[in-house]
Nanobody
Framework: QVQLVESGGGLVQPGGSLRLSCAAS????????IGWFRQAPGKGREGVSF????????HYVDSVKGRFTISRDNAKNTVYLQMNGLKPEDTAVYYC?????????????????WGQGTQVTVSS
């Protein structure tokens, strides 16, 4: 059983940066693929970025390419999402999820474990 806790969200002005963290407990993350998802008010859950267990593979949704960077520190059992150049349309609750698979996993239905989410608000 894996417990995931996101942190690092907050209010930021357009063009600003935030770094989200996804800390795991209960199991080591080194064998898990990780995904970051977000859900804006009135919208469905959207996949944002994904990373394989060994960090060999990453994937980003087109809207965040060049602005967001996913990384992981398996020694710290933590995955990060560095978000630069934030836009108002990035406003959402951001969730991390873990799946017991070593490759990339983009299907939210495949993930076994989810965090509670952290709010990101981009506004002037």
């Amino acid at each position: 059983q894996v417990q995931l806790v996101e942190s690092g969200g907050g209010l930021v002005q357009p063009g600003g940066s935030l770094r989200l963290s996804c800390a795991a407990s209960g199991s080591t993350l080194e064998h898990y693929a990780i995904g970051w998802f977000r859900q804006a008010p009135g919208k469905g859950r959207e996949g944002v970025s994904f990373i394989s267990s060994s960090s060999d593979y990453t994937h980003y949704v087109d809207s965040v390419k060049g602005r967001f960077t996913i990384s992981r520190d398996n020694a710290k059992n933590t995955v990060y999402l560095q978000m630069n150049g934030l836009k108002p349309e990035d406003t959402a609750v951001y969730y991390c999820a873990a799946d017991d698979f070593r490759g990339l996993v983009v299907d939210p239905g495949a993930y076994d474990y989810w965090g509670q989410g952290t709010q990101v608000t981009v506004s002037s």
